[in-house]
């Protein structure tokens, strides 16, 4: 689950977590990148699924697929970034 708080987003799945910088938000597996608060939350959303291991499974191998696009990333750009300890 992700929880919003005090310009930090955090989750309890994955240890990448997304925090508020001026008037945009930064997300640690997408390290100098400058994204709306919709786009920090789907960054870690997509982080969560990846950090399940859920991707084998067919529902969730599209949806990454879908949250990698609004990112403007490749689905494999994604998932190999999440796998990498937060910076």
Not at 31 to 59: C, F, M, N
């Amino acid at each position: 689950m992700i929880t919003v708080g005090d310009g930090v987003m955090a989750s309890d799945v994955t240890e990448h977590t997304a925090w508020r910088c001026g008037q945009w938000w930064r997300v640690s597996w997408l390290p100098g990148r400058d994204l709306t608060l919709y786009e920090a939350d789907v960054a870690l959303i997509l982080a969560e699924d990846v950090a399940r291991g859920d991707a084998v499974q067919s529902w969730v191998k599209h949806r990454i697929e879908d949250l990698a696009e609004i990112l403007r990333l490749s689905p494999v750009t994604a998932a190999a970034a999440c796998e990498r300890a937060p910076q």
